[in-house]
T-cell receptor, first 112, second 114 residues
Framework: KQEVTQIPAALSVPEGENLVLNCSFT??????LQWFRQDPGKGLTSLLL?????REQTSGRLNASLDKSSGRSTLYIAASQPGDSATYLC???????????FGKGTTLSVSS | SQTIHQWPATLVQPVGSPLSLECTVE??????LYWYRQAAGRGLQLLFY??????ISSEVPQNLSASRPQDRQFILSSKKLLLSDSGFYLC?????????????FGPGTRLLVL
């Protein structure tokens, strides 16, 4: 059974810092991996999707990497801003390719 | 462009009462549809998914059921709510294809069962 773990559960950093969020999964047979952002009481916003054949994706200040063989992904946020404060969720697609298995998320707080 | 709607945004219901949450998608045809729940202190969990009208797959046994009466409408129901049904319910859609596509999420419904 696929399990997704995110470390740390919470992170507080001052504005301007570069930071890394970690995600690990137990079954390397994934179709893809996604990183989402969730603001308090809101739905999810997809940030980056990495296909199983890819190693990384970039969007603006965000860079996500994928190492299938080790079951790990990282989300790198450059020059963090207070507006980046949110919960970041990592999810892998299940073997049937129909749905996502989520981690519990990392709650990020960026102070000005 | 595609949009996804959920209502109500928040709901407070007594234990034992029925539930009906609705999700609709606009701007696309024959989407895959999903219901997720995010309970306090837990990760997001898939409850149901649907690849077409009347086709529902359940991922976990529970007190809830789902229906898809129309192509772009997905309904989550319960006949009698339990305290453990409290949580944040998210509906999502994706393009129907043979592979795994990005899922797009609605704004969610926060349910509190008292």
């Amino acid at each position: 059974k696929q399990e997704v773990t995110q470390i740390p559960a919470a992170l507080s950093v001052p504005e301007g810092e570069n930071l890394v969020l970690n995600c690990s999964f137990t079954d390397s047979a994934i179709y893809n991996l996604q990183w989402f952002r969730q603001d308090p009481g809101k739905g999810l916003t997809s940030l980056l999707l990495i296909q199983s054949s890819q190693r990384e994706q970039t969007s603006g200040r965000l860079n996500a990497s994928l190492d299938k063989s080790s079951g790990r992904s990282t989300l790198y946020i450059a020059a963090s801003q207070p507006g980046d404060s949110a919960t970041y969720l990592c999810a892998v697609t299940n073997q049937a390719g129909t749905a996502l298995i989520f981690g519990k998320g990392t709650t990020l707080s960026v102070s000005s | 462009s595609q949009t996804i709607h959920q209502w109500p945004a928040t709901l407070v219901q007594p234990v034992g009462s029925p539930l009906s949450l609705e999700c609709t998608v606009e701007g696309t045809s024959n989407p895959n549809l999903y219901w997720y729940r995010q309970a306090a202190g837990r990760g997001l969990q898939l409850l149901f998914y649907s690849v077409g009208i009347g086709q529902i797959s359940s991922e976990v046994p529970q007190n809830l059921s789902a229906s898809r009466p129309q192509d772009r409408q997905f309904i989550l129901s319960s006949k009698k709510l339990l305290l453990s049904d409290s949580g944040f319910y998210l509906c999502a859609w994706s393009v129907a294809s043979g592979g795994a596509e990005t899922q797009y999420f609605g704004p969610g419904t926060r349910l509190l069962v008292l």
